[in-house]
């Protein structure tokens, strides 16, 4: 069993099996192959897995309203693993996704022992300035903090109630004298996901949150509890039928007005002419429907929800995952071990220092490289061109020189070095260019 650690070092040495074993979606070129000019995270297979994503794929194709929500829990230094978040999340907003970041200053107070103050801190100077060197742009983006947002922790309050110790400890494994903070985290995290569907900042509508596999069990908690506060489940039973059904025992309003309005909505706007109503079972079911018409009446009827009856009416969100970026010695990257990862802000003699010491997938000899070739993919370094140089080009050529002993790794180490450099150049001049748009895209509330 793989274990999925949010605050832990989970490194996965099994992408597929992980998937299976957790039924994660599988996201491939079929995938992406609905979508123009898809990044090279996606279709190079770093983006590997998703829960939900169609409905987003399909706003995306047809130019509908779609959401982009992740966080950032600011513990130390951004690193070049982080850098594919907010490539992916750049991306979705130059294809029409209003964006919101979390800066997760509870998180870290809770789970890492900063003060709010630091916490704040680090993710301006470290997060939200390379954010906009990457391209984020103010407008339809916002960044927030956890801690100042009342909507969230007002909602991380009542989704409290849709969640017992038992689903935590199932989920999370929390020994005995875990911190009541720490076990708040992830109501906290289902809140900041959950809230960019508020009426007040843009209603229910598809969602997609990209992020590490490490943080699927708080995606699972939140996809499960924006279901338990819903006051319709639209499914399919047993036998096939698709049906609406009223959840609550004590619905706000009696079940024959919700299924009136239900009809009109399913008649009008979605164009459902045959419905069979049974009011005591309170069921109403659509004959002509089939299982891939029920997330667009599912989100018409969170929308009717949401408006009408003024409830949590949230679409199910749907979750990217990324394959982590192997650390240059061969362990996961982490900001505490500096020498596994380059950091954003590192000058450019520590990246030369640290890529010349990175684990590759070279032979032991020169000879033995030029007869055998060596093997991109055990190679840190093949990792920093597969996740940080977008030109396919480059890639194919070092894979096929590489594999056939036509490159050695010094030489390619100074290729992607040099390559390297360059970008972090460019975004160390960026970022200072960025720092007047802090305030502009930071929330005060
Ligand atoms: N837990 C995330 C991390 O450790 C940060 C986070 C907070 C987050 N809120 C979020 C991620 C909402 C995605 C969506 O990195
Ligand atoms: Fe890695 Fe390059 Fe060496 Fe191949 S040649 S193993 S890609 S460093």
């Known amino acids: 069993m793989v274990k ?4 832990g070092a989970s490194q996965v040495e099994d992408y597929a099996r992980l998937r299976d074993e957790f039924g994660i979606g ?3 070129e079929a995938a992406w192959s609905r979508i123009p000019d898809a990044h090279p995270l996606f279709t190079r297979g770093v983006v590997f897995g998703h829960r939900g994503m169609d409905p987003v794929l399909n706003a995306i194709e047809r130019g509908d309203p779609f959401g982009v929500m992740t966080g950032l829990m600011p513990s130390g230094k951004m690193h070049l693993g982080h850098k594919a978040v907010i490539d992916q999340v750049v991306w979705y907003q130059n294809h029409g996704a209003d964006v919101h970041v979390a800066i997760a200053d509870f998180e870290a107070y809770a789970a890492r022992n900063f003060t709010i103050e630091q916490a704040r801190k680090l993710g ?4 939200v ?8 742009k103010p407008g339809k983006s916002e ?20 969640v017992n110790l038992n689903q935590m400890l199932a989920l999370y494994g929390f020994p005995d004298d875990v911190k009541m903070a720490k076990m708040n985290a992830p109501l906290m995290q289902a809140a900041d996901i959950l809230h960019v569907q508020r009426a007040e900042f843009g209603g229910p509508r598809p969602t997609v949150v990209p992020v590490g596999v490490d943080q699927d069990p708080h995606l699972r908690l939140t996809r499960d509890v924006a279901g338990a506060v819903r006051i319709f489940n639209v499914t399919q039973t047993q036998d096939g039928k698709i049906g609406v059904f009223v959840k609550p025992e004590k619905p706000p309003r009696p079940v024959k007005e919700l299924f009136d309005d239900v009809g009109r909505i399913l008649r009008a706007d979605l164009g459902f002419a045959d419905l069979k109503r049974n009011d005591a079972y309170r069921a109403l079911y659509l004959p002509a429907a089939s299982l891939s018409d ?4 599912d989100l018409a009827l969170a929308q009717y929800e949401s408006k009408v009856l003024a409830e949590h009416g949230f679409f199910p969100p749907a979750s990217t995952y990324h394959r982590f970026m192997t650390g240059l010695t061969g362990e996961k990257m982490s900001s505490s071990r500096p020498e596994s990862s380059i950091f954003i802000t590192d000058e450019p003699a520590d990246v030369k220092k640290k890529l010349m010491r990175a684990k590759t997938g070279g032979r032991a000899t020169e000879q033995e490289q030029r007869e055998k070739g060596a093997d991109p993919t055990v190679c840190s370094v093949y990792e920093t061109y597969l996740y940080h140089v977008p030109d396919a080009k480059v890639l194919e050529e070092v894979y096929t020189e590489c594999t056939t002993g036509k490159r050695l790794c010094g ?4 290729q992607a070095l040099g390559l390297l450099q360059t970008q972090l150049k460019e975004l160390k001049e960026k970022r200072e260019a960025a720092r007047p748009l802090v305030k502009e895209i930071v929330s005060d509330a």
């Not at 300035?129 to 984020?136: E, I, R």
């Not at 922790?153 to 989704?159: C, F, G, S, V």
């Not at 029920?294 to 009446?297: K, Q, T």
């Open 143 to 162: 960044v927030y903090y956890q801690s100042k947002r009342s909507r969230v922790k007002d909602l991380a309050y009542e989704l409290g109630l849709h």
């Open 129 to 136: 300035l390379t954010y906009l060197a990457l391209g984020l």
């Open 294 to 297: 029920v997330p667009r009446i």
């Open 411 to 414: 030489e390619c180490k100074m």
């Open 124 to 127: 301006i100077e470290e997060y």
């Open 26 to 28: 599988v996201l491939d």
């Open 4 to 7: 999925l650690d949010p605050w």
